[in-house]
């Protein structure tokens, strides 16, 4: 019989299961949950009510990295320790870059836990990479309790070198391919029209302005059997659905606002183009996945080292910013069907390396693998 362990997720921020490292720990956790083993998330704090989720710090609003990241204030040793009594955790996996929480659950665990880290950041700006150089030094003492770390991408690995001092195993974001192989092409989107969708948080650094300065330069005989989807929230909504009524769009363009994630599979197999024109900042590129495996006709995104991970071939990528070049690259997809199938079963092909069950198999051996050299060095 397998031995069950407990395992508790650590996250320095908001856990929302919608977004990025978030999505990450709980597609993990519920993979392992389903195995039978205990998962616990240790997190800043939560917009769910979930009796597994320890919300422990106050959090703080800045903005970093093109994203408003909550950041958590300080919390005391003995909140630590009391909670990580409580969970008796045999594995404490840390998400990477980490502040006040990862530091004091690293420093408060017990040496007979295995601590593992995965970093998922790649700086986009200066100032990042600032911030980045800043937090890694700050982490140094904490570092010498992990017994390994993970990178979700060569960027990141190169990231967590270069910030941290450390080395890591590239292993990529786990996806529950299942989940989204489910995917319907909705009536609605089912009418003959070619359909352009983009799914994301509606702020600058997923470049969702400058999709829709490209679907403005698309030739109107094109335009008009195309339709163009944008889903998702944030600050920058107003401000979009006015760009899309001023380049006299607003018979091809809809706004769907936020969707919820059952929504998810079925939009994405509406999609004869999922594109997503991130300008940076990306570690990964979970969406991505998510958006092939619901069966997308084919699925495009901004050339960073996040999505060349998960994208591969160059001719899926694109520069955002230069949004002649995209209304030129749409306009060729639309017009040669053909490329779609072809297209879509290379990526088909391509996915199989990140669904959670060949990525959560890797990282158990690796719990698996420090509990069993702990328990060695101890019976020694």
């Not at 974001?173 to 352009?196: A, E, M, S, T, W």
């Not at 959670?356 to 328990?375: D, F, N, P, Q, R």
Request: net charge positive; with cysteine.
């Amino acid at each position: 019989m397998t031995e069950k362990l407990s395992i508790a997720y650590v996250f320095d921020s908001t856990y929302k299961p919608a977004e990025g490292v978030a999505r990450y720990i709980e597609t993990l956790g519920e993979y392992y949950r389903e195995q039978g083993h205990n998962v616990s998330y240790i997190v800043g704090s939560s917009i769910y009510d979930n009796p597994s989720v320890y919300p422990v710090a106050r959090m703080v609003s800045v903005k970093a990295n093109g994203n408003h990241v909550d950041l958590p204030l300080p919390i005391s040793k003995r909140k630590a320790r009391d909670l990580l009594e409580k969970i008796r955790p045999d594995i404490l996996h840390i998400q990477a870059p980490y502040g006040p929480i990862g530091w004091r659950f690293a420093n408060e665990a017990s040496k007979e836990t295995a601590i593992i880290g995965t970093f998922h950041s790649v700086p986009k700006s200066t100032m990042d990479k600032l911030r980045h150089n800043a937090i890694g030094m700050l982490s140094r003492r904490s570092l010498r309790h992990f017994d390994r770390m993970i990178s979700v991408s060569p960027a990141a690995k190169e990231v967590a070198l270069n910030t941290y001092g450390i080395d890591s195993e590239v292993i990529p974001c786990p996806v529950n391919l299942n989940k989204f192989k489910v995917g319907k092409r909705l009536h609605q989107y089912d009418d003959g029209k070619f359909n352009i969708v983009f799914l994301g948080r509606l702020e600058e650094r997923k470049g969702c302005q400058h999709l829709l300065s490209a679907v403005g330069l698309i030739d109107v005989s094109t335009l008009s059997k195309t339709r163009v989807i944008i889903a998702g929230d944030g600050p920058l909504l107003p401000k979009l659905q006015l760009q899309s009524s001023s380049l006299g769009l607003d018979e091809a363009v809809s706004f769907l606002g936020f969707i919820d994630d059952e929504k998810v599979a079925d939009l994405f197999a509406s999609a004869d183009i999922a594109v997503f024109p991130a300008t940076g900042g990306e570690s990964f590129g979970i969406i991505l996945v998510e958006a092939i495996a619901s069966g997308a006709g084919v699925v495009i995104g901004g050339d960073n080292a996040g999505y060349r991970f998960v994208l591969g071939d160059n001719k899926y990528l694109f520069d955002p910013t230069n949004e002649k070049s995209l209304a030129q690259y749409l306009t060729r997809i639309i017009s040669y069907p053909k490329g779609l199938v072809e297209s879509h079963a290379y990526q088909h092909k391509e996915l199989g390396r990140f669904d959670v069950a060949i990525v959560g198999s890797k990282i158990m051996e690796i719990y698996k693998t420090i509990l069993k050299k702990k328990k060695s060095t101890k019976t020694l």
